[in-house]
């Protein structure tokens, strides 16, 4: 659950670069990235430190899959698509942070949780 305010920010700078306004649809957005992200780092807690990297195809093709899907909508330039802008960008942008913070900061956590276990 750590990770969901993470993604917040990247979804919140990438509405920030394009110059649009949060708006309700930006949130519905935001629910559904943080649906995704905590997908993303549940798949990878569950491997817990040591088998990390057996997971990482996982979850990094899991995010490109998405962005990289979701990547023409952003740079469409026609009337229909800019009612669906505002959501893409807050998925783009926030699962392109998000899963930097998956990969790094559950991983660490436990890690120090395992370390602090053993003193």
Known sequence: MMVIPFSLIGAIWGHLLHGITLTMISVVGMIGMAGIIINDSIVLVTTIVDRTAERLRAVFLTTI????GLGPLLFEQSRQVTFLKSTVITLIYGL???????LMIPPTMI???TMWAFD
């Open 65 to 68: 899959a998405t962005v990289g």
């Open 96 to 102: 392109g942070f998000g899963i930097v913070v998956v």
């Open 111 to 113: 890690a120090i949780q």
